[in-house]
C-alpha cells in the first residue's frame, strides 16, 4: 500500500458554493501528486485510489475509494488524482 497526503487547500478559499436556494451547494476539489520518481524506483501497478480521514493507519476512517484499470506508475511521468466533491 502506497500512501501520500493531499496537496495543501485552504477551505476558506478553495470551497466554493453554487447554485441558491434549495439548489445551493458547496463544492471542493482535492489532489495528489504522485511525482517522478515516486513511490519508487520500481514500476507499481495501480488500480484504485482512496480518501482517508488521518494518516494513522490503525485509525484512520475511509472516506471514498475508487477502483480503474491499471495504471503502471513508473519514474518517467507525474500522476494527479483529483477528487471533485459536492455536499
Not at 488521518?54 to 475508487?66: G, H, L, P, Q
Not at 494527479?80 to 459536492?86: D, G, M, R, S
Request: glycine share 8%.
Amino acid at each position: 500500500m502506497f500512501r501520500k497526503e493531499l496537496k495543501t487547500f485552504d477551505i476558506g478559499k478553495d470551497l466554493i458554493e453554487t447554485g441558491d436556494g434549495e439548489s445551493k451547494k458547496c463544492k471542493i476539489m482535492l489532489s495528489v501528486d504522485l511525482d517522478f520518481g515516486e513511490p519508487g524506483d520500481q514500476e507499481v501497478g495501480l488500480t484504485e485510489a482512496g480518501l482517508f480521514n488521518s494518516e494513522d493507519k490503525e485509525t484512520a476512517i475511509m472516506y471514498n475509494r475508487v477502483i480503474f484499470p491499471v495504471i503502471t506508475k513508473s519514474n518517467n511521468f507525474k500522476l494527479t488524482l483529483v477528487w471533485e466533491i459536492l455536499f
